[in-house]
């Protein structure tokens, strides 16, 4: 790969956002690869595994289309953007060329008109077909004295789709006052089938990847380590349908378990806007609990994939030991974006008989020492 150069930004070096800007993309590359390899337990891999094992680039800029930022106030002077490198001070952001143009152009209009509140999180959206979203999290307090005042609210409203608070409630004009309505999902977001883009239903708030392009590229690496041979899959945390939705356009029967019933349902309705729900059955249930239900679906699926959070399988690997090898999946197919978990449950695949036999990794954070691992590991006894 020849160098690329560096991203023109003024908050290089300081802003936590793009902790890496400094360095050559390309070589920003090399050193994930090369530190992970390192780290990787002896023996946990096929050597062909761990011989072919890339990481996948994706475009270095204009790669975002949502934006989590923090808004403070002090002496009337607002602030919003990310925290420095020490996480401190919290630095004033104008611009971003992390984001797509669409988001910027939402981010720079969203700061021309701030609201008073001490402090609170902000996140932006634009969506694929250029819609613009933003989800508040402010107190309990500032919400209430926003929507008693509504002159600000109203004004946002007329720019985009607004959610409020921890449980992402759609701002609603009731009679002759602003109010908090039930959630409503939307298309914020897209997943692939190659070239094929399926729209994910989620809120502002939801989890989705951190944009389409990266999305793309997530989805082909994970369609190709996938085994033609097995039918059906269990998945574990399908969210709104990232893996779940090209599973079944690949024509996979999946058993989606999900513990965020919002999720569930945004996976649903995209599982039925794109007319490929027939093969897909789903499961509200925390993954770590119910353990009848969780050995029947094992039981009955020959693959499981799962995208754990960052605290990775946690009780899943003590599950897995309860159950005898026969009634333990063939193929366990692990996605995650934190190498520390992930290298401790490689020991504890290994020990149930798994042994990874095919590795990839997607660079979904580019500027930053983090990366998206997938990983295959297939039953040995």
């Known amino acids: 790969?020849?160098?690329?150069?560096?991203?023109?930004?003024?908050?290089?070096?300081?802003?936590?956002?793009?902790?890496?800007?400094?360095?050559?993309?390309?070589?920003?590359?090399?050193?994930?690869?090369?530190?992970?390899?390192?780290?990787?337990?002896?023996?946990?891999?096929?050597?062909?595994?761990?011989h072919d094992f890339d990481i996948f680039p994706v475009p270095v800029d204009h790669l975002r289309d949502r934006a989590d930022l923090v808004l403070e106030t002090r002496l009337g002077q607002h602030t919003l953007g990310l925290w420095d490198m020490g996480?401190?001070?919290?630095?004033?952001?104008?611009?971003?060329?992390?984001l797509t143009a669409s988001l910027e152009s939402w981010l720079i209009e969203f700061k021309n008109d701030l609201p008073s509140v001490a402090k609170g999180s902000i996140r932006l959206r634009v969506n694929p077909q250029s819609i613009k979203g933003v989800w508040l999290d402010f107190s309990n307090q500032d919400i209430k004295?926003?929507?008693?005042?509504?002159?600000?609210?109203?004004?946002?409203?007329?720019?985009?789709?607004?959610?409020?608070?921890?449980?992402?409630?759609?701002?609603?004009?009731?009679?002759?006052?602003?109010?908090?309505?039930?959630?409503?999902?939307?298309p914020w977001s897209e997943t692939y089938f190659f070239e094929q883009s399926l729209p994910l239903f989620t809120s502002i708030g939801g989890f989705t990847q951190s944009g389409p392009q990266a999305t793309q590229v997530l989805s082909e690496v994970f369609l190709k380590l996938l085994p033609e041979e097995v039918p059906s899959w269990l998945e574990l945390g399908s969210?709104?349908?990232?893996?779940?939705?090209?599973?079944?356009?690949?024509g996979k029967r999946v058993n989606a378990v999900e513990m965020d019933a919002q999720a569930l349902k945004g996976l649903l309705q995209g599982a039925a806007?794109?007319?490929?729900?027939?093969?897909?059955?789903?499961?509200?249930?925390?993954?770590?609990?119910?353990?009848?239900?969780?050995?029947?679906?094992?039981?009955e699926n020959r693959g499981v994939i799962?995208?754990?959070?960052?605290?990775?399988?946690?009780?899943?690997?003590?599950?897995?030991?309860?159950?005898?090898?026969?009634?333990?999946?063939?193929?366990?197919?692990?996605?995650?974006?934190?190498?520390?978990?992930?290298?401790?449950?490689?020991?504890?695949?290994?020990?149930?008989?798994?042994?990874?036999?095919?590795?990839?990794?997607?660079?979904?954070?580019?500027?930053?020492?983090?990366?998206?691992i997938l990983a295959l590991f297939q039953k040995q006894y």
Request: charged content about 25%; some cysteine; proline content about 7%.
């Open 1 to 50: 790969m020849k160098p690329s150069p560096l991203l023109s930004c003024e908050l290089a070096g300081t802003c936590s956002g793009c902790p890496w800007i400094l360095k050559l993309y390309s070589d920003q590359l090399l050193e994930k690869k090369d530190r992970f390899l390192r780290r990787l337990p002896r023996g946990g891999f096929l050597p062909n595994a761990l």
């Open 87 to 98: 996480r401190k001070t919290l630095l004033n952001l104008k611009a971003c060329p992390l």
């Open 145 to 186: 004295r926003l929507l008693e005042e509504g002159d600000w609210l109203e004004r946002l409203q007329a720019k985009a789709i607004v959610e409020i608070g921890q449980k992402r409630k759609r701002l609603i004009r009731k009679e002759d006052r602003w109010a908090l309505g039930d959630p409503v999902l939307f």
């Open 239 to 250: 969210g709104s349908g990232t893996f779940t939705l090209p599973l079944l356009s690949a």
């Open 273 to 299: 806007h794109s007319g490929i729900s027939a093969l897909l059955s789903t499961h509200l249930l925390d993954f770590n609990g119910k353990k009848d239900t969780l050995r029947r679906l094992f039981e």
């Open 306 to 372: 799962v995208d754990p959070p960052r605290s990775g399988l946690g009780n899943l690997v003590s599950f897995l030991t309860e159950l005898i090898p026969s009634q333990r999946p063939d193929y366990f197919y692990y996605v995650s974006c934190w190498e520390d978990s992930f290298v401790s449950d490689v020991h504890g695949l290994n020990e149930l008989g798994y042994l990874g036999t095919r590795l990839f990794g997607v660079d979904q954070f580019p500027q930053s020492p983090l990366f998206e």
